[in-house]
């Protein structure tokens, strides 16, 4: 077989392909009850070819210290995406203060926040004012804030590459319902930050017409399906957001987002909401706008020796804010009847073995374009259960062989089991190109000891 890894970078300026070389790869294939591994032929920088058998197969590779796999027959695949910024982009190695004076603010309030967008670069910065030590005066409406930039792990602006900076002030207001939403942006050109050095710029804030959305969310219906996700999940809230998604179209999420352009949190045991927002959008007609809807599950999972923390699992769904018409509801449910080694898992499994069979079954709605399996590991750091994200594995089918070494022994291990609806996009040859048009769902199962 034969495969493709080239990335598609977006920025202000168009579109570039980038040639990229995966990591550690190699594919597995199932032989009786066990994977047989087979390393590439050739493995260079855009592409890769293996020499295995016709059938169903596992390409395993490593990105970030995640492993990543998806399950194919395809003679060939295309492991490219799209992904939002400039190739040549670089991140402060050492302090580099940088200082906002910022001007045209509405008065301020200890609720507000302050976005920080550059679409050149695929930065967007929901509040940076959480990286500063100071705030602004309450009802100021002009004041300076500074922070690290090095705190915030975005890459830095440079004005020579065509990097601007928007910056949007979110105010939060209580009708239709308590929600936060963009009032006021600025937008700043000149900014060439240096790694160790600190750079001042003025901003400019000024008003916008404001735009009325109206949105028809059937709440209950998402919330219906708390017990899928997991027996024990404890309904979270319900979230609305909006946001600018550079490069989106469709067919394709590049990932990146702007600063937030309005969130609202609907609590658990709600009604359905039906109401009409109003937000700014700074942002040109290149950026599309996006809506996203997601109702937040807990599921309580506690390492040895731990407190416990909350693992979320969600149904979500996204799509172009232009195209938002009648009610909400979910499009795809989560997976049924999760099993490891044809044992349910509700909880604590030990001795799955190295290589454990996972099946489940199909969602009872919506139909289903891929799965993901993630697990996540569980780990006691200072007393408190910090849960580590190892390996998510793609697969069309309703079973997933786990290859080995996935699994650290005698550690926890959660399974989350997420059904994607990807408008359609064939997963056996393009297993990483996401719909910007998508919904998902997820059930949690664990955890799972080898």
Known sequence: MTGTRVLTVINDTGAQTVS????????QVETGATLTEYLPSSNVPGGFTFAIPEGPYLLDFTSGGVRYGTVTSAATVDLGYAVVGRTDATYPQAATPLTLNLTGLVPWSANDGLGFTSTNLGVGEYDVMRFSTQGLEAGATAGAVTFDYRQSRLPMLSAARGDTLVLTQRVRLSSPLPHWTTVRSATVTGLTQTSGQSSTVNAVFSAMPPLTQPVDLRTTQFESHRASVHPQAVSSHTQILFYGAPGFTPERSAGATTAILLYAALPAGGTDFSGSFTFVNPFSVSTPLVVSVASLFSVAVQAPGAAAAPLYGVLEQTLPLASLSGPLTPLVGPPRMIQVNGVPVTTLTSGVGQSPVITWAAPAIGAVDY?????????????????VTVATFGTKATRLVVPPNTLQAGQLHM???????????????????????SSRADAVAGPIVR
Request: proline share 2%; net charge positive.
């Open 20 to 27: 990229a070389m995966l990591v550690g790869l190699k594919a």
């Open 371 to 387: 799965y993901l399996v993630t697990f996540s590991r569980l780990v006691n750091q200072a007393g408190e259960t910090q849960i």
């Open 415 to 437: 399974i989350t089991v997420s059904a994607f609806v990807n408008r359609g996009i064939d997963f056996d040859t393009r297993p990483f190109q996401t719909a910007g048009i």
